[in-house]
C-alpha cells in the first residue's frame, strides 16, 4: 500500500517520506491506527484519513494497494460533513504536561493557561489524567501519544522552553486567549488581587509597602509583585503577543 501524510504531520517523518507517496508493506492487514502509528505518527497528531480518496474511521482494515492520506488536527477549519478520526475538539484549553516539560507549564501559565504539571508522573496517570479532566497532553514522548487512552495530545517537537511556549501557541491558535499573570507559575492556581497590608507579612522588607498591587494564589500562599522578575516574565510575554500578532499590552 502506498500512504502519504500532509501538513506539519511530515515532521514526524524520516526526510525520505516527506511530502511524497511512499509505500508500506504488510504482513497482515492492520487498522488504519495501527498503519499511521506503525509509520511513527501518532493517532492524537491526526484528524482526517483517507483511503483511496473515501474518509474512514481509526477502526477501518486497510489492505494491500490502497492509497492511505493522512491529514493532521484542523484546530481552526471545519471540516463539515467529512469523518473526523478524532473526537471534537475540547470546548475548554486545558493541559496536562509530561515530566520533561516542567519550564513550559510555568511558561503556559505564565501567559494565563491551565496547565497541570507534577515533577513525578507515570505515564499511566498522564494518559489518566488527560482523558479524565479533558485536558490535552503535551509530551516529548511519541509512545505515549499512541496509547489508545489518550484521544487529545500534542507531540511538542521544539527543545527549548520559550520556543515550545511559542510552538504551542501558534499550535493551538491560542493568540486571542492569552490573559498574563493571572495563575501561580508554581502551582497553577488562579491569583486574586491584595493590598499592601494583606500581605506585609509574607513579603521581604524592601517590598512591603513598596508596591501598590500585589497578587496573591489562594492555593499555595506565594505574593507576587511586579519588580525586576515581572520586567523578565513583562518581555516573555510581549515575545509571545508580538509572535501571535497581537499588540503589546500591560499585564
Known amino acids: 500500500m502506498w500512504v502519504r501524510c500532509y501538513a506539519e504531520l511530515n515532521d514526524l517523518l524520516p526526510p525520505d517520506r516527506r511530502h511524497v507517496e511512499f509505500p508500506v508493506d504488510l504482513d497482515v ?5 495501527d498503519l499511521i502509528e506503525g509509520v511513527g505518527v501518532p493517532h492524537t497528531e491526526v484528524d482526517l484519513v483517507l483511503v483511496d480518496g473515501e ?3 481509526f477502526s477501518h482494515p486497510v489492505r494491500d494497494g490502497d492509497r492511505v492520506s493522512v491529514y493532521p488536527v484542523f484546530e481552526s477549519i471545519d471540516v463539515g460533513p467529512v469523518t473526523r478520526v478524532r473526537p471534537e475538539p475540547l470546548r475548554e484549553t486545558r493541559f496536562v504536561l509530561d515530566t520533561h516539560l516542567g519550564r513550559l507549564a510555568r511558561y503556559l501559565r505564565l501567559v494565563g493557561f491551565d496547565a497541570d504539571y507534577e515533577r513525578e508522573r507515570s505515564d499511566d496517570e498522564l494518559a489518566t489524567t488527560s482523558r479524565s479532566e479533558g485536558r490535552i497532553l503535551l509530551t516529548c514522548d511519541r509512545g505515549l501519544l499512541k496509547r489508545s487512552a489518550v484521544t487529545h495530545g500534542y507531540l511538542v517537537r521544539e ?3 520559550r520556543a515550545q511556549l511559542l510552538e504551542v501557541v501558534h499550535r493551538f491558535d491560542l493568540g ?4 498574563p499573570f493571572t495563575r501561580c507559575l508554581a502551582c497553577n492556581g488562579l491569583l486574586r488581587d491584595a493590598t499592601p497590608s494583606e500581605v506585609a507579612t509574607r513579603v521581604p522588607a524592601s517590598v512591603r509597602w513598596r508596591y501598590e498591587r500585589y497578587r496573591t494564589c489562594p492555593r499555595c500562599g506565594r ?3 511586579q519588580g ?3 520586567a523578565r516574565l513583562a518581555r516573555i510575554v510581549d515575545d509571545v503577543r508580538r509572535s501571535a500578532g497581537r499588540p503589546d499590552r500591560p499585564g
Open 228 to 230: 525586576s522578575h515581572h
Open 223 to 225: 505574593v507576587y509583585w
Open 55 to 57: 474518509p474512514v474511521d
Open 159 to 161: 527543545r527549548r522552553p
Open 29 to 33: 492487514g492492520p487498522s488504519v491506527k
Open 176 to 179: 486571542r486567549r492569552l490573559t
